[in-house]
C-alpha cells in the first residue's frame, strides 16, 4: 500500500505555485513537485538498513528554476540533441534554439522541465498534465501531456503520454541522477553497471551520433556483463559515458517493457533495475558536474558523482530516417513506459 500525501505549496519568485507530493510505499519514500515532474528526493534503506536519499538535487523549488543539469526533471518535447536545431516535419524545415553547442537539447530554453505542471494524486500516484502551445520554443502542434508515477512496494512506473495536432518529434524521458550510495558521495566508480544491449550509437565530437548503430561486442562499451563503472572508464575514449544504447525496436519487444539495466553498489547491497517500452537507454556519467552545483544539505556535486539511465528515443532520430521514428501525428497517441525497481540484495 502506498501513501499519497500534498506537502504545502511554495510560490515561486516571479509567480507561479509547486505543489509537492509525497508516495512511500514498504520500501521506497519519494517526493515529486509540480515544477517539472521533478524528483526531488528518493529514500531506501541500505542492507543496515540505513535510509539514505540517492537522487540529486536541491533543498527547495527555487533551486530547480536554473538547473542546469535537468537534475530529477521530466524533459521535453524532445529529451537529447538534435543536430543544429533543426528539423523537417510534413515537407517544413523548423530551427530550434540551440542550447548544447551547436546543437539543440532537452527542448530548449524553457522545456517541460522548467514548466509548472497540472497536478491529479491517484491511489498510488500522482498525474501530472501539461499543454504545450503550437510554435512553444520552435516546435509545431499544440501537444498535450500526461506524466504519471506510480509507486508500488519496490517498483516505481513512469508513464508518458502525448497528443498533437500537427506532425511533431517527441521524446519525453525523466531525467534523475542517482548515488546508490547516497547523493553527495563523490563519485560511483564502485557501482557495478550492466545494460542489455548489443549495440551503441557513436558520437562525433558535438554528441551528435554519426548514424552508425555499433555492436557493443569487442569495446568499452560491452556492458552486457557488469563491470565496475569505475574501472570502465579508464578504458573509455573522452570524459565518460553519454551514449544511447539500442534496444529492442519491434514494437511487441517493446510492448513487454524489458529490463534493459541494472546498477549494483556492493558497499550497500542497493541496486536499481531499469524496463522499458522505449527503443534506448542513454547512459550518463555526469562528465559534465563540477562541483559548482551547491546541492542538497549543502552537498557537492562533482564530476563522475552519479550516473542516469534516460530511456528514450535515439538522439536526433528525427534526422535518422533508419533510426526509430521520432515524430508523433494527429490521432496517434504517444505512450511510453519506464520501470525502476529499487531494492537489496
Known sequence: ????????CESLPGGGTVEKFQLKSESVTMEIISLGCIITALKTKDKTGKINDIV????????????PRFFGAVVGRVANRIAKGKFTANGKEYQLAINNGPNAIHGGLKGFDKAIWTPEALPSGVRFSLTS?????GFPGELKVWVTYILEGEMLTINYRAQTTKSTPINLTNHSYF?????????IYDHEVSIMAE??????????PTGEVKPVQDSPFDLRKPVQIGQRLKKLPGLGFDHNFCLSTTKEQ?????????VYHPPSGRVLEVGTSQPGVQFYTANFLDSSL??????????????????QNW???????HFPDALLQPGEDYNQTTWFRFYVA
Do not use: W
Open 1 to 8: 500500500m502506498t501513501e499519497v500525501t500534498k506537502d504545502a
Open 56 to 67: 540529486l538535487g536541491f533543498d527547495n523549488p527555487e533551486g530547480y528554476l536554473a538547473n
Open 133 to 137: 502551445a503550437d510554435g512553444e520554443e
Open 179 to 187: 548515488n546508490l550510495a547516497g547523493h553527495g558521495t563523490p563519485d
Open 199 to 208: 549495440a551503441y550509437l557513436p558520437v562525433d565530437d558535438t554528441m551528435i
Open 254 to 262: 517493446q510492448k513487454q517493457q524489458q529490463l534493459c539495466a541494472r
Open 294 to 311: 551547491k546541492g542538497k544539505g549543502g552537498a557537492v556535486y562533482p564530476k563522475h558523482s552519479a550516473f542516469c539511465l534516460e530511456t
Open 315 to 321: 538522439p536526433d532520430a528525427v534526422n535518422k530516417p
